[in-house]
């Protein structure tokens, strides 16, 4: 059997609109459809600062912000040519976003990897950064250092981009808010990176595949603990057609990261789970169907979670012993809860829809 990658992924782009709404027991917190513009595929990732302010970005080359929590939004950018893949604000002014590249999805041009804003998105410019050429970006992850600046405590940040699907392997750092980046290859460690998740400055977990050719691929998960300089091969599955595609760490020592198969005879479909900070993982089950392709993960403790998948939603409240099939739209690629300063949980949920938990 022969697949090619761009084949294969570009299916998961070219899925059909749909629209259902999350309904949950009664009086429980439950997923919500917001009302945005329709999009005809997956769209990749949402971020917000505090309960109010938001972006969230797709492959129309499109950034739109909210101001009310979601319930009503405003495009910021819409760029033809572009396809933003991922989004982190590090405060109400100052964000990034990245996109997927050329030579993958069809009809995109724009060759520049990053670009930014320090206005809350009124204005967005390329990045430049030193080190090897990025092709493209698909996940951005910000570390928050608390620090002692002239006798007052102060807050640095950290931005840890990976790239990308369909290869090469690279990572871009920045340990100064954004201001300077490096990038760096990650080809001798994996050959495709889709997420990462910075415990803090040294330690982090990256979602990346053995190899180029995803029909040969397994899924793989990478560990560093020196700030993304050097990393080592902490799980890899032994089934081809599949990668580690996203990872949500509840608390620093327990995380799970979804394994994507796209071999259509898998009807077994799997998640790793650690309990020692990424250090080891092993593989539970997520439910029994092909057509199940998992994507985004999220999880509000070691318990309570939530996957996504092509054509549905899946929860546990038991640390992935059990799970309930949920409406979560479909193709739910990233999920992501925050607390406000009375630590009540929020979360937002993007694919073909946006979710508000």
Not at 193 to 218: E, R, V
Not at 326 to 336: S, T, V, W, Y
């Amino acid at each position: 059997m022969h697949l090619s990658r761009k084949s294969i992924w570009s299916f998961s782009f070219f899925i059909l609109l749909f629209a259902p709404t999350s309904y949950g027991q009664q009086g429980e917190k439950t997923w919500k459809k917001l009302m945005t513009d329709p999009y005809p595929g997956k769209q990749d990732d949402i971020t917000f600062v505090n309960p109010h302010l938001g972006w969230y970005v797709n492959g129309y080359g499109a950034i739109y912000h909210t101001q009310d929590g979601g319930e009503s939004w405003a495009k910021q950018l819409e760029q033809k040519g572009t396809f933003f893949r991922c989004i982190a604000f590090v405060d109400s002014l100052t964000g990034f976003a990245g996109t997927v590249g050329t030579d993958y999805f069809p009809n995109v041009t724009d060759t520049i990897p990053l670009y930014g804003t320090t206005d809350g998105g009124k204005t967005w410019l390329p990045v430049p950064y030193k080190g090897p050429y990025v092709k493209g970006l698909c996940a951005i992850d910000v570390v928050a250092e608390t620090y002692i600046n002239h006798g007052v405590l102060d807050v640095r940040y950290h931005l840890y981009g990976v790239w990308r699907v369909g290869a090469p392997a690279n990572i871009m750092i920045s340990n100064d808010g954004g201001k300077t980046w490096q990038s760096q290859s990650m080809e001798q460690y994996g050959k495709m990176l889709f997420d990462i998740k910075m415990l803090d400055t040294k330690n982090g977990i990256a979602c990346s595949a053995s190899d180029a050719d995803i029909s040969k691929s397994n899924a793989l998960i990478l560990r560093t603990s020196d700030g993304g300089k050097t990393w080592v091969n902490v799980y890899q599955s032994d089934r081809p057609l599949e990668t580690a595609w996203k990872v949500s760490f509840a608390d620093d020592m327990v995380g799970y990261a979804t394994i994507q198969s796209y071999d259509p005879a898998n009807v077994q479909q799997r998640i790793a789970k650690t309990v020692d900070g990424g250090m080891t993982w092993t593989e539970i089950n997520l439910c029994q169907d092909a057509a199940a392709r998992e994507f985004g993960i999220g999880f509000i403790d070691a318990d309570h979670g939530f996957v996504g998948t092509m054509n549905s939603g899946y929860e546990t409240r038991d640390g992935g012993s059990t799970w309930s099939k949920i409406d979560l739209g479909r193709a739910c690629n990233k999920i992501r809860f925050y607390r406000d300063k009375s630590d009540k949980v929020y979360g937002y949920a993007i694919g073909v829809d946006v979710m508000k938990w």
